[in-house]
Every structure is written in C-alpha cells, then in structure tokens.
C-alpha cells in the first residue's frame, strides 16, 4: 500500500454506541463510493482513539483514519488497481 497522509471529507454514518460507517470520501477531487470494508481496527495517540477502516470502491483499496479527538479523516493510504 502507498503511504498518502491527506486529510479528506468523508460521509460517515454514526450509529448508536460506538460505531462508524464510512459510505463515500472525496480524495484529489473525486468521489469514492465504499463498496466494501475489508477490516477495521482502533489504535490510540495519547489519549486520542484513532478509527482505522479497510475499504474498497469497487478497484482500489484505502486506509481511512477517523481521529476522535479532532473528527478529522486522513487517507493513510492507498492500492490502486
């Protein structure tokens, strides 16, 4: 995977308890449809939780980071096809 680090806007679904959902994130000027979550995983930054999701939009494959502390995302990286 090729290491991006760029903050992108992400819609998001936030459901009850805990749980976040990317749906589509706009990354270089073009939007991406998430077909797919492959894998997701928290870590922490100080006492920042930080929401890490494998997508797919289909071709390509992304890391998505969600910062709590800030609720901001980053593209961490990116495979593309």
């Keep these: 995977m090729q290491p991006v680090a760029e903050s992108i806007r992400v819609a998001a679904i936030f459901t009850p308890g ?3 959902k990317p749906v589509w994130f706009e990354w270089r000027c073009h939007k991406h449809t998430i077909a797919a979550t492959s894998y997701f995983w928290k870590d922490s930054l100080g006492a920042a939780t930080r929401l890490h999701f494998a997508v797919s939009d289909g071709s390509n494959l ?14 961490v990286g990116v495979e593309e096809q």
């Design 18 to 20: 805990t749980q976040v």
């Design 62 to 75: 992304f890391e998505l980071m969600f910062d709590t502390s800030d609720q901001s995302w980053t593209l």
